[in-house]
């Protein structure tokens, strides 16, 4: 006798952000769903990634404004202690790691959690060990990301930490060093500096942030090496080896550190989630979605495995297009010109849209301007702590913002006025007759703008 199958409506492997959401929208609307979940419901943002490091982050900040005192205020004694961030993390963010919380909130919309890994073993067919599902209506795909490990000589067998242990440890390391200076590594390389960490960060293209503007990864090193990060940019490393201690051997130099965090982007594993039952390819790095997010017949990708920015935002914004097309409503596709991101160090590096670099690639004519957040009367009176810019990308023909960048103190709050620029396409010209609240960050949007118009 053949397995007999669970029939639902909808089934959604992996429960990440979008997953979650989109399971939460689908069983509101009446469906029956089944979200199929690994390790826990939520994904990677609640428990690995973006709150947990955005609690470190707020308490390195706290630290570096108290040691900012002296210049502005007079003087202050900075201890730093691991345990309340830990505890916070522990406590507070992931209940010990435990997604009872999540779980109950999702079976609350009238979704089934099935515990296990998923897998397309034919078209409306996902198998979770023994047990067999049938989706009547789809299959939504929202595995999320790995940490990728490159394939660095001695590196495999280490006691390397990714995000996830970074995440857990209970005490500061003495010394660290950060392989990659993409987001992840520079959030948590400044996060241990300031907690009194010995740190360098070794990254192989020629600048931080390598996708971001020049001017803006400028900024960020400058303010790394600053508070004693060792940098080094263009540096590949050759061999990793540890005895207790982590050596990382580069061309010409050696760093010896306590721990070694691997922070070198993510990878997804299509083979292991058989998208080639229903005829995808599973070799490839992504899953190729349209403005709906359908992959084919009855499949729906979203999140970090549809390559269209390894963001929360992103994946929760796809859930949303995905369960009104799902539900057969009208849907506006997925327009990505102004998606936003923020990298939280201290300054922030905001984004939205396309850099110069792109721009030049796609546009006829490109102009772009610049404004130092220093020379705005914020910034003076900000003083230490203030530097940053604000840089506009703009097309030149149809005189409109296609990108923008933003780095200073709230640079992330500050990318926000920019990004409804971008999302709306507001002329520059009206842009310019806007009235900019004095004296804030975001004021320094306006020299820029005038920059622009006056070119
Ligand atoms: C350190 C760090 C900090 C970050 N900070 C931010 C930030 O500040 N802001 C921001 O917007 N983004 C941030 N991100 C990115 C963000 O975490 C992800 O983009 C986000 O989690 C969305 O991912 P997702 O929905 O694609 O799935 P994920 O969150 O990756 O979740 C996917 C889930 O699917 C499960 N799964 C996978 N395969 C299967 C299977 N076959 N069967 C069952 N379950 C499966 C996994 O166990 C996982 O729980 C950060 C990332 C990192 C690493
Ligand atoms: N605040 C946020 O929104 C936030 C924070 C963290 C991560 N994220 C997202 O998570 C994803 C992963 O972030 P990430 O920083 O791991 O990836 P990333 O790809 O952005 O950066 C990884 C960096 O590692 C470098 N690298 C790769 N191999 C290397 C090697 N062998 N030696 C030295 N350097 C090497 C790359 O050149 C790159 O600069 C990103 O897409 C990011 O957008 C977002």
Not at 84 to 96: F, L, M, Q, S, Y
Not at 171 to 183: A, D, R
Not at 316 to 323: E, L, M, N, P
Request: proline residues 5%; contains cysteine.
């Amino acid at each position: 006798m053949g397995q007999v199958a669970d029939e639902v409506d909808v089934v959604v492997i992996g429960m990440g952000p979008g997953g979650e959401d989109v399971a939460a929208r689908l069983g509101r609307a009446g469906l029956s769903v089944v979200g199929v979940e690994s390790r826990l419901v939520g994904g990677e943002c609640p428990y690995y990634a973006c709150i947990p490091t955005k609690i470190m982050v707020r308490a390195a900040d706290a630290l570096a404004e108290a040691r900012r005192v002296p210049e502005l205020a007079g003087s202050s004694t900075v201890r730093p202690d691991w345990a309340p961030v830990a505890a916070r993390i522990r406590d507070e963010a992931t209940t010990g790691w435990n997604d009872e919380i999540a779980v109950r909130r999702f079976e609350s919309t009238g979704g089934r959690l099935v515990r296990g890994v998923g897998r397309i073993t034919a078209p409306g067919e996902v198998t979770v060990g023994e047990q067999v599902l049938r989706a009547r209506r789809a299959i939504v795909l929202n595995p999320g990301s790995e940490p990728a490990i490159p394939p660095i000589q001695g590196l495999a067998g280490t006691p390397l930490w990714t995000n996830r242990e970074a995440v857990s440890i209970e005490e500061v390391p003495e010394s660290l060093v950060v392989l990659g200076g993409g987001p992840v590594g520079l959030e948590f390389a400044q996060v241990f500096a300031r907690f009194g960490s010995e740190v360098t960060v070794i990254e192989a293209q020629s600048q931080l942030l390598r996708l971001a503007e020049p001017e803006a990864a400028e900024v960020i090193t400058d303010r790394l090496l600053a508070e004693g990060v060792r940098v080094r940019v263009g540096s590949a490393v050759q061999r990793v080896s540890h005895d207790g201690r982590f050596q990382i051997f580069t061309e010409g130099e050696q760093f010896e550190a306590d721990h070694l965090l691997v922070a070198t982007g993510r990878r997804t594993d299509l083979g292991a989630l058989g998208v080639a039952a229903v005829g995808l390819d599973d070799a490839a790095r992504t899953i190729s979605v349209d403005g709906r997010m359908r992959a084919t017949d009855g499949v729906w990708a979203i999140g970090d495995v549809t390559g269209h920015g390894a963001y929360t935002h992103t994946s929760v914004y796809q859930s949303r297009i995905a369960a009104a097309d799902i539900l057969g409503e009208q849907v506006t596709p997925a327009d990505y010109r102004a998606m936003p991101s923020v990298t939280f160090t201290d300054p922030e590096v905001a984004t939205v849209g396309l850099t110069e670099t792109q721009a030049v690639a796609e546009l006829d004519r490109v102009r772009t301007a610049i404004s130092r957040m220093p020379e705005s009367s914020r910034g003076f009176i900000h003083k230490v702590g203030n530097e940053g810019l604000v840089k506009l990308v703009a097309d030149g023909d149809r005189g409109v913002l296609v990108g923008a960048t933003a780095v200073g103190p709230f640079g992330g709050e500050i990318i926000g006025a920019l990004a409804v620029a971008v999302h709306a396409e507001v002329p520059i010209a009206r842009l310019s007759d806007m009235i900019f609240a004095y004296p804030t960050f975001h004021r320094a949007i306006e020299p820029a703008l005038d920059e622009l118009a006056a070119t």
